[in-house]
């Protein structure tokens, strides 16, 4: 298990280097030089020629590169294209409420779809299966900024049970904090789910047909058994499989539900550094969340391997 | 003219009494708007301790037939027609509730590919001891290992007290058909039906689990219903055989009688295929003229007379092509042809 593990990470690590050339060779090499387009066509010569100079923009590439990977091996995602702060205390900041909300969201995430999936395959062309199958259909054709929409307009303005967004941190007020968790989490879950939902009715369909269960059922197990030890228990494997995949959907969709309901995390920081042309910031940031993507992937591996022992060889 | 009357005197197969006595068993299917009858009107019984070869090609019924034992038809398929006498109760009309009570318990089955039939995310010992526990057993974590430790040294699986830990897929194919037949065993079934159970191993490991399976029935007293397509392990280890062919027992005897004296045409044609020159029985069913029927167009009259050679040989005679052959199943040994006693002393 060790061994399958270290062998996975020495994978990972190429992988992640690189994915930050091509970053920065995205952000560097591309036509256009990025200090210019910050300061538009105010910008004097002068001006630019001054604040490349600062950033250490004026350097040749590669010692660029070799500064900015160094410093992100020490945790120093650089400083701020805009503001010449340092990213890595702001990105550390919105951590804990990016945490709170990936894990609220894949928490809904299964609560809807696991059950969902697994009871629409257990009695597929049942009622139970005829609804939820075209419901399943009508979520994944709904926009993740649709669905915030609507709760807001449910929720919090027709209903008034919750308010339209904004953050407490966890420890400052669990209550209030989930209480603003619940609704971007839950149009996360919700934009998820489905997928999820019809991954696990397959599987479930499938698995009622392996020689495992029927002979199960010959060896006279009560149907309790079979549910849980033969049919749910092989089901979650693929769950988590879709979970680890379904990440990449989530941070996409977390930067969109972060900007909706107006929640400080890494998602939004990710916007609004777009949207002042923070180039060193959105490079960095985009490194951070896909190295937490291929963390998650390998955690969701590893506790893969360890759930299906088939695969543990 | 309609029976064939081949008393083998000292054989009785009933010997104390039947554990099992199944009477017009027949199960159907829909299928294009009616009903084909995959097992046809089947009757026979089992003894105590006995062990009854079930022979035939894969489109035979044979298969269907131990099914249509546990119960377990695959839908839509039912046991429309007979009855199944097993331990004072009629297996085709019992109530799902208690035939799951029974399945695992009195009458076990146990297929062909050992590890597609365990879950592969658990171990041996759960596998094991989850049988005891549905089935009302003790629940004692203790003693449910010990037990399953006791069964898997019962069934020679070496290392029986590691093995316990592994899961399915670590084994090999002999021990996990090994462990297969624990499982099958651990509360002492009356009656075990065994669908090739050794057709996925290779010889050797074959011999062993055909002698382990013999040895159960000896010393346990348990009869098995063993459905092969492979005639070597039936004169292997086999006391009586019933040969079937498109749904229905065509021949049944004990398997000195039937190997010695075949009636009908067909197990002619299966037995001469076993006796080559060659030392290696190829055992291939396969080597008959034509196609064997399928369920959805079973041949008038007899259902053997296309591709049998005696009823070419007799110039086609019409009772073959009208009347299906009667027999008395009491007899220890018959064979469902109108021409049996001509042929029967032939060989
Ligand atoms: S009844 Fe006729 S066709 Fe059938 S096995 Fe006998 S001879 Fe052949």
Known sequence: MIRYAINRILIVIPLLLALSVLLFLYVHAVPGDPIAGMLGPNGSPELIAQLRAERGLDRPLYVQYWDWISGLAQGDLGISLISGQQITPVVINRIPATFQLTFVSLFFTVLIGLPAGFLAGKYRGSWIDKILSPAALLGLSMPVFWIGTLLILILAVQLRWLPTGGYIPFAQSPVDSLRLTLMPALALGIHLSPFLARMVRATTIELQQEQFVVQARMKGLRSRTITYRYLLRNAIVPVLVVLGLQLGTLLGGQVIVEQLFNWPGVGRLLVEGAIQRDYLMVQSLILVVATIYVIVNLGVELLHAWLDPRVRL | MTKQQQRMPGSDPLRDGAVLDVRGLTVEFPARGRNVRAVDNVSFT??????????????????????????????????????????????????????????????????????????????IEEQITEVIRDHGGDRSRKSLRARATEMLREVRLPNAEQSLNRYPHQLSGGMQQRVAIAEGLILGPELIIADEPTTALDVTVQAQILALLRDICDTRGTSIIFVTHDLATVAEICDRVMVMYAGRIVESGTVSAVFSKPAHPYTKALLSGLLPLSGEPPAELEALPGQPPRPDAWPTGCRFHPRCPLWRALGEPEICTTTDPEVDESDSHWAACHFADLEGAGR
């Open chain 2, 46 to 123: 089992v003894g105590r301790g006995e062990i009854i070869g079930l022979v035939g090609e894969s489109a035979s019924g044979k298969s269907t037939l131990g099914l249509a034992l546990m119960r377990m038809i695959p839908a839509p398929g039912v046991v429309s027609a007979g009855t199944i006498a097993f331990g004072g109760r009629d297996l085709a009309s019992l109530p799902e509730a208690e035939m799951r009570e029974l399945r695992g318990k009195a009458l076990s089955l146990i297929v062909q590919d050992a590890l597609a039939t365990m879950n592969p995310v658990t171990t």
